[in-house]
């Protein structure tokens, strides 16, 4: 039987990439803008070369959502706990080089 895999739990705020943002959608979402960014639990980010970021999402019931590879690069940097979401992740996407 497979041991379970811990839950990681943001320390800080998620991040969300938005090709082009809009107060419609952040109201049906329920989000509010705050003045300073230390106090929100989401940041929204309008990246600057769009294609890049967008054009390796795949589908997941009909939702677009960033391809396993591309979280991983994302993650493997960040400062907070990347290395560690990184290697949760890689172990994931390639079980038998990653197991313990």
């Not at 082009?20 to 990246?47: G, K, M, N, Q, T």
């Amino acid at each position: 039987m497979p041991r379970p895999r811990p839950r990681l739990r943001p320390r800080g705020p998620l991040h969300l990439n938005c090709e082009a943002p809009s107060p419609a959608e952040f109201e049906e979402l329920d989000l509010v803008a705050v003045d300073h960014p230390a106090e929100s639990e989401l940041i929204v980010h309008r990246p600057g070369f769009p294609e890049s970021v967008f054009r390796g999402c795949v589908e997941r019931d009909g939702v677009p959502v960033a391809d396993a590879l591309q979280c991983w690069l994302d993650v493997s940097f960040h400062a907070a706990r990347g290395e560690e979401q990184a290697k949760e992740i890689a172990a994931r996407i390639w079980p038998e080089r990653w197991s313990d």
